[in-house]
């Protein structure tokens, strides 16, 4: 079922959601676009593809305080719980990539084994916006990998511009329940039909395809085609702070006199204080060990553990990498990228 | 830009080198896959040389690959490079002679404000393309225009700036990774025993880590702007550097990576060192 909304009502619509809700857009920035609090301005999206850091920092904040505590002589410890500090929220302008990558993070932190509740919290309590791509960006590759730029997965809506409307498409329960109400409407037969139209498989290639591919085809963990790959790889860390599916993280204490905090921070496979043993042994210690782990997490173990591939496609690391390691041509080399499709 | 015979120079010497032997390979850059962006290349076959370019795109310093390179290699090298590969000489990290290095003038249409080096200072050959060599190490010639303004700010101003600045940083460590001049074992930004700074972005915890890595390429910075360059935050990285290029300038009259000779103000000890920081500006009597 397809709804609509012209793009002015849908406005006035979210800037009365301020009213109780922290509502998050894309904002232009001298650097690139970022998802900050909106103050209910005019949006300037006029080159917007995508958010320069993905949206996961929303639920997985960079860096978080798990728990606080005090150690006073001759008295037992005492530990306080950092308590929530989540609002309720609305993020508004999401890329279907991005949308995606937090379902693939709920399989990490919201799964059957392990709940993180600083995390669980900050999911019920956002509500997610997404905004079509009706033009891909230069390193955009999610239709390669079997993503679909139209589609509503991991968005409680997801809006797509036509003309002065937006179409909308719910992707859950909630969602839904705001499309059945004013000021949405649902969307005439021929409304439907553009919709279907824009929609019609974009997809290149099944993500079951691709997944399989990187499943059956990954080279050997000693292949000599590692040793290839990692050479220009200066092992810092942007493709893996702005991956939107990347959810390492290190637990570490600051601690000040008899007061301290439990940090938990991001963590990137790509720095040479990644798995450090206590003993100063790393079973990763050079450039090669981790960038197959990058690879190999992403295209191997996390579909093995979770059924899908840890990848959306959204080029962030194809455009910000400084020696323009690009993973399509990483793939390629790997024999897991499909001939047929060109870079 | 750099016209086609140029880069068939540059792409001739490197299929000699491999091919009489003297090297085993050779690190330049290739073709990138996003506009504007060339990648580093390691040929170790005379047949790929014809895959390397030189042009528009080559604005890594890859210097950096030098030092984990255990080959016998050859680099290809333009003026920042060179300084780089100068530094690493008198920082005693690499060996002139297990190197050889192919110069050619930089190829980067718009060059960084100031620079003066455009032609490696330092090679075994240099890929002639008519252009005038100039003669460097002018210290009192340059200006920082950058420092110089940010220095009529007020100190609040400043300090909002900085600020300002420093609080987009996502700890990637990009601008430490690309710089040849961090080459540090063990980085005090990842040590955690002791842990030197939190791993947060918290102001505190970006604002040292800035300041430190600034302080750590003091007088050893060759202000090639990888560092600026590779931020995909767009932190501006280059002031604090320019601003430890100036002190130096005119501290110690020194710029680094300009003569494989040449003494490091940092690594010596004199007796009538300047010392204006100390009370009274630390004379000797």
Redesign the interface.
């Known amino acids: 079922m397809i709804y609509q909304i012209r793009k002015d009502d849908f406005l006035s619509w979210l800037k009365k959601q301020r009213e109780g809700k922290k509502v998050l857009v894309p904002t232009r920035k ?3 676009y970022l998802f900050l609090p909106w103050v209910g301005d005019e949006l300037d999206l006029r080159e917007y593809t995508n958010t ?2 993905p949206v996961k920092d929303v639920f997985f904040p ?2 978080e305080t798990l728990i606080r505590y005090r150690v006073e002589k001759e008295k037992s410890g005492e530990i306080v719980e950092e308590t929530s500090r989540t609002e309720p929220l609305i993020l508004f302008g999401v890329r279907p990539c991005d949308a995606k990558s937090i379902k693939l993070l709920d399989n990490v932190f919201d799964g059957e084994k392990y709940k993180d509740p600083y995390y669980c919290q900050r999911r019920k309590n956002t509500l997610i916006i997404s905004l079509g791509c009706r033009e891909l960006g ?2 955009c590759f999610c239709q390669n990998i079997g993503i679909n730029p139209l589609s509503s997965e991991g968005s409680d809506i997801l809006l797509v511009e036509f003309e002065d409307r937006y179409l909308a498409q719910s992707g859950s329960d909630t969602g839904l329940e705001i499309l059945e109400q004013a000021p949405f409407t649902p969307a005439e037969s021929k409304e439907q039909k553009i919709f279907d139209e824009l929609n019609g498989n974009p997809a290149r290639l099944n993500e079951a395809e691709f997944r399989s591919l990187a499943l059956n085809n990954m080279p050997d963990f000693n292949d000599s085609v590692w040793e290839k790959l990692y ?2 790889c ?5 493709c ?3 991956c939107p599916t990347c959810h390492c993280f ?1 637990i ?3 601690t000040l006199d008899s007061e301290g905090k439990r ?1 938990r ?1 991001w963590d ?1 496979c790509m ?3 990644f798995t450090l043993h206590g003993s100063g042994h790393n079973p990763r210690p050079t450039g090669k060990e981790r960038i197959r782990q990058r690879i190999m997490h992403k295209f191997n173990y996390f579909p093995q553990n979770y059924g899908v591939i840890a990848c959306v496609g959204c080029g962030r690391c ?3 990498c ?5 993973v ?2 990483a793939l390629k080399l790997l024999g897991v990228w499909k001939d047929d499709l060109q ?1 | 830009m750099t016209d086609t015979n140029t880069l068939s120079k540059i792409q001739e010497k490197a299929r000699r080198l491999l091919e009489d032997g003297k090297v085993e390979v050779v690190i330049g850059f290739a073709a ?4 504007g ?6 040929i170790s076959a005379k047949e790929d040389c014809e895959s390397l370019v030189w042009d528009n795109g080559c604005s ?1 310093n890859l210097a ?2 030098v030092l984990k390179e255990k080959r016998k290699a050859a680099i290809i090298v333009k003026g920042c490079d060179s300084r780089s590969l100068v530094n690493l000489i008198t920082e005693n990290q690499i060996k002139r002679e297990n190197l050889y290095i192919i110069g050619a003038a930089c190829p980067l249409s718009a060059s960084c404000a100031g620079c003066q080096v455009k032609v490696p200072v330092i090679y075994d050959e240099l890929i002639e393309d008519g252009s005038e060599i100039r003669e460097v190490s002018t210290i009192a010639e340059r200006r920082y225009d950058d420092v110089l303004e940010f220095e009529k700010l007020s100190a609040e101003e400043r300090k909002a700036y900085v600020y300002g600045e420093v609080s ?1 940083c ?5 601008c ?3 710089c040849p001049a961090c080459y540090c074992k ?1 980085c005090f930004a ?3 025993l002791p ?1 030197w700074i ?5 102001i505190g915890d970006n604002l040292i880590f800035h300041l430190i890595r600034a302080l750590h390429v003091a007088g050893r910075c060759v202000d090639c702007g ?1 560092c600026q ?2 931020c ?3 932190v501006n990285l280059r002031l604090l550097n320019h601003k430890l290029l100036m002190e130096v300038g005119s501290l110690y009259q020194f710029e680094a990576g300009l003569k494989e000779d040449q003494i490091l103000p940092l690594n010596t000890y004199q007796y009538d060192d300047p010392q204006p920081f100390l009370a009274k500006g630390g004379g000797h009597e």
């Not at chain 1, 400084?322 to 690009?326: A, R, W």
């Not at chain 2, 990138?32 to 506009?35: A, D, I, L, R, S």
């Open positions: 001298e650097e690139g320069l850091k960079q860096w230069p390193t050479q220009k200066l092992n810092c860390g942007i893996t702070y702005l290190d570490s204490e600051m940090v921070s990137s720095y040479s204080s194809v455009a910000e400084p020696v323009n390691f690009d399509r041509e870079l | 990138g896959t996003v506009p962006k060339s990648t580093p290349s390691f890594l950096k690959y987009k996502i700890r990637c460590y990009a430490r990774n690309v063990e990842e040590k955690s842990q939190g791993k947060t972005t918290d990888s360059r590779a995909p935050m767009g």
